[in-house]
């Protein structure tokens, strides 16, 4: 009878989860329109027939300024999810993106378009230093990376949105269907509960109880509290003195500079500008068997089965082999491209080449959702224990916003000082550098619950943590290394 009540507690209902899950996969959606809005509106916002004319170097701004405003939104959302939790973090960075389309639809000159950007860059800062830890938060070890890849899927699904929306709507009409969408998402996240990592963290136990059973339906809602109790003691610290100390030491240094090389190895390889500019790409590329902006939206819809095999791929195969395989694939698109533009200036027809920057764009598109986008901030939200978590992504979403504004306002300087195909062969090779550093520097954290996690980068004996057989063990001491709802089988133990 002891047995039967074990495994039945073991029947979790995760739907809550999914539904938060969901929540954050929508506002993902309004991140991917942001990122290659600039994609369809370039030329008609710089041709004759724009209601009001910018010059391409004021475009550049325009597209530039989104990850200028990501450090601002990166340090509020760290407040944020620091003293009023990690939910709460998601439905504050709602506010901005959805002020940005509100901006665009009000643009009558281009410093409407300036403040826009920013803005959704305040957005995309925010979300990006909260998201992932959220999501941690609430999901089970088993399914978090699954969560987590799937919120990601929202950035290729904005992508074939606003591309599709651009093709056949005014810059206003378009935005003004993201604007409605904008008002449901935070109608949401102000219905969904606060994380109970949140509510431990203050001692308010009551709140705590509530938020566990909502996320984690027919559990043991006293053992969960127990667990996250002990979690959150175990890496807490009373003092900003005591956080400060930790901040120092080699483990704090070592995990904040991986993220942020391997964020810089897929910013500055061009992954960024090549979204931004696409239709342009194409353009130069003088592909006329489909228009650009039909091609734009073909690539972005193929390209959604990067994120989807991201989904059902990262916790079977694990984070680095997908980070590796992305950078080789975008590494073939990138040369693809490269190939494509020097045929062209040593004058092959247009009509027997466009073939590869097709194919190429259509890899790119594939390649980057499988590990370069989702991964990083994956890795990001799992690697650092809960009292420095906030800083870290802080840290971490300021300096991705850095370089990503970098990459995106080199790209037009970089094309008037070397032609395409240098620029796509520079970024091919500066890609290939991602394979060993992520073989080398980068943790696996698959299957793996956040306090293993820790244990693992510490350097504590994975195996002292895992229980075995021929061992007996209390139910608390069973869970004790567990967080987050994952139960460790109890098949194949005995318990006291």
């Known amino acids: 009878m002891e047995n039967t009540d074990q495994k039945s507690v073991l029947r979790i209902e995760t739907w809550p989860q999914w539904i938060a899950a969901i929540g954050v996969l929508i506002l993902m959606i309004h991140m991917g329109c942001i990122d290659v809005w600039s994609s369809p509106y370039i030329e008609p916002l710089t041709s004759l027939g724009s209601p009001f004319l910018i010059t391409l170097e004021e ?11 990501r450090p601002l939104g990166a340090i509020s959302g760290a407040i944020i999810t620091n003293y009023w939790g990690s939910k709460t973090g998601v439905l504050i ?3 901005p993106i959805t002020l940005c389309w509100l901006f665009i639809i009000l643009a009558d000159n281009v410093n409407w378009l300036y403040v826009a950007r920013f803005s959704g860059g305040i957005s995309v800062g925010m979300i990006y230093a909260c998201y992932s830890l959220y999501v941690a938060e609430i999901a089970e070890p088993s399914n978090r990376g699954m969560l987590l890849a799937m919120c990601m899927i929202g950035v290729p699904c904005g992508n074939i949105l606003i591309t599709s929306l651009g093709a056949y709507l005014s810059m206003k009409d378009s935005t003004a269907i993201l604007l409605i969408f904008g008002f449901a998402i935070i109608a949401l996240f102000m219905w ?32 969960e509290l127990m667990k996250l109790h002990k979690f959150i003691e175990d890496h807490s610290e009373k003092s900003i003195k005591d956080t400060l ?13 991986m993220i942020v090389i391997l964020i810089m190895l897929s910013q ?11 239709e342009m790409i194409l353009t130069s590329a003088k592909v006329s068997v489909i228009e650009p902006s039909k091609i734009v939206m073909l690539v972005m819809a193929i390209g959604l089965s990067g994120s989807i095999l991201s989904v059902f791929l990262m916790d079977k195969y694990g984070r680095k082999i997908l980070m590796i395989v992305s950078a080789l694939g975008v590494m073939i698109a990138f040369t693809l491209l490269s190939l494509n533009f020097w045929l062209l200036s040593y004058g092959f027809d247009p009509k027997t080449v466009e073939s590869l920057s097709i194919v ?18 994956l890795i990001a939200g799992e690697i650092f224990p809960p009292h420095l978590k906030c800083i870290a992504l802080c840290m971490v979403s300021c300096c991705a916003g850095l370089i990503s504004f970098i990459a995106a306002s080199t790209y037009v300087p970089l094309l008037q000082i070397m032609p395409e195909h240098y620029l796509f062969l520079l970024y091919a090779v500066m890609l290939l550098a991602t394979v060993p550093y992520t073989i080398f520097f980068v943790p696996e954290t698959k299957g793996l619950s956040l306090q293993e996690i820790q244990d693992q980068l510490s350097g504590k004996n994975k195996s002292s943590n895992a229980p075995k057989s021929n061992t007996t063990w209390t139910k608390e001491e069973l869970n004790v290394n567990n967080i987050s709802g994952h139960v460790i089988s109890l098949d194949s133990v005995n318990t006291k």
């Open 360 to 377: 190429g764009m259509i890899l790119y598109n594939t390649a980057i959702y499988v590990g370069l986008v989702p991964i990083p901030p």
């Open 245 to 257: 100390r930790q901040m120092k030491t080699k483990q704090f240094r070592k995990s904040s500079i």
């Open 192 to 223: 969904l509960p606060e994380s109970p990592h949140h509510y431990v963290k203050y001692n308010e136990d009551g709140k705590a109880r509530s938020s566990i059973h909502w996320y984690h339906r027919n559990y043991d809602v006293e053992l």
């Open 268 to 278: 500055l390889c061009g992954v960024g500008p090549v979204a931004f500019y696409m």
């Open 93 to 95: 960075s709602c506010v």
């Open 59 to 69: 475009m550049s701004w325009v597209i530039s300024l989104m990850n200028f405003g």
